[in-house]
């Protein structure tokens, strides 16, 4: 389901809202008229709801034993619904408690109480035909029973639900059984923020927070499926517009979406990844951070995270730090220097690439002396190299980074850190790659690269970014965008 029309207000009759997701905010709070839910008892889930825009209510909940659940609707009345089965139920406006803000809210309250809840979701009221919108406006979850968290406030199939009311969801007990969160809370607008409880067996997280245009923080995201074998995550971010930390270096993904809008980009700064993450997913891109506001160095973070020797796709597409460069160039064999008839765009720190320029060269591997030989190479110490293929040797892996020490005219070591040192290596060959920072720019004349061209091609169509390609690429990753 497409992202629905966001409000236009920059208030609304709930608490002051952005319209667009980039507005000033302030610590959210309840209203102090709203009725309290924080003695909320263990087992239970309890809602606020209001009577503003909608006054028809429907959920379906599952119980561990098939016994029937009960809600307490908050108007004097009280159901006992059996598991699985739709509750609903219609307000008399303006019968719930009075807010100040124009409205009367009702708190329910969900109970099993002759066993324990398993599912809880919003769904349609029968008498809907179109996207019901839920006056959702805070929610805490004790049933710490649930094994799913899928879809709790949305409905995707006709008619639709989804609760863009939703200001504040308190998760404050581990849930153990939970194993996944899919759609858990797409589009809803107005949270703000959350603080996660831990959900270690957590498998699929799939458009989780998609929509969620005002989030700005989300506490304890790193105990999010910290324990499962691997876990989904595609559009688990989507247009996440204020979302700036995306902190989950437990969880192993196969697949995680972060993606914003060509107009309007997320605001994304950092992402903590696990460095065990197999990207697996057969859909590319497995890692889509495109359309969102990350500099070149918050990109080259990014790339300097993501797991070694994988054949996979990462998308930057429109992200503000990215900008390419085509332009004809000439490199010559040994030289630095890339003979350019127009630099229009280039600058120093960009990195280059081209036949000649950051083509793998064959090398050969001694193991006495523990060295990388590769004639008049150029590559000073510290330069962050990669090595496509090995045949034979060992103590080093393919498509791994490693630091050039104790580089000499034709031959070098390599350590795991920088001026670390050297790995022991046996003997055998394969080929060595990196990247080719420009380290000066004369105007529509040449470019003077960090190394020595590999060969003469003659004029070639060469590629300059301001994000450092290599540090992806070296691994096996494809870089789109």
Same mark, same amino acid.
């Given at each position: 389901?497409?992202?629905?029309?966001?409000?236009?207000?920059?208030?609304?009759?709930?608490?002051?809202?952005?319209?667009?997701?980039?507005?000033?905010?302030?610590?959210?709070?309840?209203?102090?008229?709203?009725?309290?839910?924080?003695?909320?008892?263990?087992?239970?889930?309890?809602?606020?709801?209001?009577?503003?825009?909608?006054?028809?209510?429907?959920?379906?909940?599952?119980?561990?034993?098939?016994?029937?659940?009960?809600?307490?609707?908050?108007?004097?009345?009280?159901?006992?619904?059996?598991?699985?089965?739709?509750?609903?139920?219609?307000?008399?406006?303006?019968?719930?408690?009075?807010?100040?803000?124009?409205?009367?809210?009702?708190?329910?309250?969900?109970?099993?109480?002759?066993?324990?809840?398993?599912?809880?979701?919003?769904?349609?009221?029968?008498?809907?035909?179109?996207?019901?919108?839920?006056?959702?406006?805070?929610?805490?979850?004790?049933?710490?029973?649930?094994?799913?968290?899928?879809?709790?406030?949305?409905?995707?199939?006709?008619?639709?639900?989804?609760?863009?009311?939703?200001?504040?969801?308190?998760?404050?007990?581990?849930?153990? =059984?939970? !194993? $996944? +969160?899919? /759609? &858990? *809370?797409?589009? %809803?607008?107005? #949270?703000?923020?959350? @603080?996660?409880?831990?959900?270690? =067996?957590? !498998? $699929? +997280?799939? /458009? &989780? *927070?998609?929509? %969620?245009?005002? #989030?700005?923080?989300? @506490?304890?995201?790193?105990?999010?499926?910290? !324990?499962?074998?691997?876990?989904?995550?595609?559009?688990?971010?989507?247009?996440?517009?204020?979302?700036?930390?995306?902190?989950?270096?437990? !969880?192993?993904?196969?697949?995680?979406?972060?993606?914003?809008?060509?107009?309007?980009?997320?605001?994304?700064?950092?992402?903590?990844?696990?460095?065990?993450?197999?990207?697996?997913?057969?859909?590319?891109?497995?890692?889509?951070?495109?359309?969102?506001?990350?500099?070149?160095?918050?990109?080259?973070?990014?790339?300097?995270?993501?797991?070694?020797?994988?054949?996979?796709?990462?998308?930057?597409?429109?992200?503000?730090?990215?900008?390419?460069?085509?332009?004809?160039?000439?490199?010559?064999?040994?030289?630095?220097?890339?003979?350019?008839?127009?630099?229009?765009?280039?600058?120093?720190?960009?990195?280059?690439?081209?036949?000649?320029?950051?083509?793998?060269?064959?090398?050969?591997?001694?193991?006495?002396?523990?060295?990388?030989?590769?004639?008049?190479?150029?590559?000073?110490?510290?330069?962050?190299?990669?090595?496509?293929?090995?045949?034979?040797?060992?103590?080093?892996?393919?498509?791994?980074?490693?630091?050039?020490?104790?580089?000499?005219?034709?031959?070098?070591?390599?350590?795991?850190?920088?001026?670390?040192?050297?790995?022991?290596?046996?003997?055998?060959?394969?080929?060595?790659?990196?990247?080719?920072?420009?380290?000066?720019?004369?105007?529509?004349?040449?470019?003077?690269?960090?190394?020595?061209?590999?060969?003469?091609?003659?004029?070639?169509?060469?590629?300059?970014?301001?994000?450092?390609?290599?540090?992806?690429?070296?691994?096996?990753?494809?870089?789109?965008?």
């Amino acid at each position: 389901m497409a992202l629905g029309k966001r409000k236009t207000s920059t208030t609304s009759a709930y608490t002051n809202i952005p319209s667009t997701g980039y507005g000033t905010f302030n610590n959210w709070a309840p209203p102090a008229d709203w009725p309290s839910i924080a003695d909320c008892a263990l087992g239970n889930i309890e809602l606020i709801v209001s009577d503003k825009e909608l006054n028809t209510y429907a959920f379906i909940c599952s119980t561990n034993n098939g016994t029937p659940y009960q809600i307490n609707w908050g108007d004097g009345t009280v159901n006992m619904y059996a598991s699985a089965a739709k509750a609903q139920h219609t307000y008399t406006v303006g019968a719930g408690l009075v807010c100040s803000l124009g409205y009367t809210t009702f708190k329910i309250t969900i109970s099993a109480p002759s066993g324990a809840l398993t599912a809880f979701a919003v769904t349609s009221h029968s008498l809907a035909s179109n996207t019901q919108r839920h006056g959702i406006l805070s929610a805490i979850v004790r049933a710490t029973t649930l094994t799913s968290f899928a879809n709790m406030f949305f409905k995707s199939t006709a008619p639709a639900v989804d609760c863009y009311q939703l200001q504040s969801c308190i998760l404050k007990d581990s849930f153990p =059984l939970v !194993t $996944t +969160t899919s /759609s &858990m *809370f797409y589009n %809803c607008y107005s #949270l703000q923020s959350l @603080t996660l409880p831990a959900m270690p =067996l957590v !498998t $699929t +997280t799939t /458009s &989780m *927070f998609s929509g %969620c245009v005002s #989030l700005q923080t989300i @506490t304890n995201l790193s105990a999010l499926g910290s !324990t499962a074998a691997s876990t989904q995550g595609d559009t688990m971010f989507l247009n996440c517009e204020q979302l700036t930390n995306i902190n989950m270096p437990n !969880t192993k993904f196969t697949t995680l979406g972060a993606a914003g809008a060509s107009t309007l980009l997320n605001k994304l700064a950092t992402i903590a990844l696990n460095a065990s993450s197999t990207f697996s997913s057969a859909t590319a891109p497995q890692l889509d951070i495109s359309y969102c506001t990350l500099t070149a160095a918050q990109i080259n973070a990014i790339f300097a995270q993501l797991p070694n020797n994988l054949a996979k796709t990462v998308n930057i597409t429109g992200c503000t730090g990215e900008t390419q460069v085509t332009l004809n160039g000439t490199p010559t064999t040994g030289s630095t220097t890339v003979t350019m008839g127009s630099t229009t765009g280039l600058s120093a720190g960009m990195e280059m690439t081209g036949t000649g320029i950051d083509t793998a060269q064959s090398v050969a591997f001694t193991v006495t002396t523990n060295l990388v030989t590769l004639a008049n190479h150029g590559i000073p110490n510290g330069t962050l190299v990669y090595f496509p293929t090995i045949v034979t040797t060992t103590g080093i892996t393919v498509k791994t980074p490693y630091y050039v020490v104790n580089a000499a005219t034709n031959t070098f070591q390599v350590s795991l850190t920088a001026g670390g040192a050297p790995i022991a290596i046996t003997t055998g060959t394969g080929t060595v790659f990196y990247g080719n920072p420009i380290q000066t720019v004369n105007p529509d004349t040449s470019v003077v690269l960090l190394i020595p061209a590999s060969s003469s091609p003659g004029s070639v169509s060469t590629v300059s970014n301001t994000a450092l390609h290599s540090l992806a690429a070296g691994k096996g990753w494809t870089i789109t965008g």
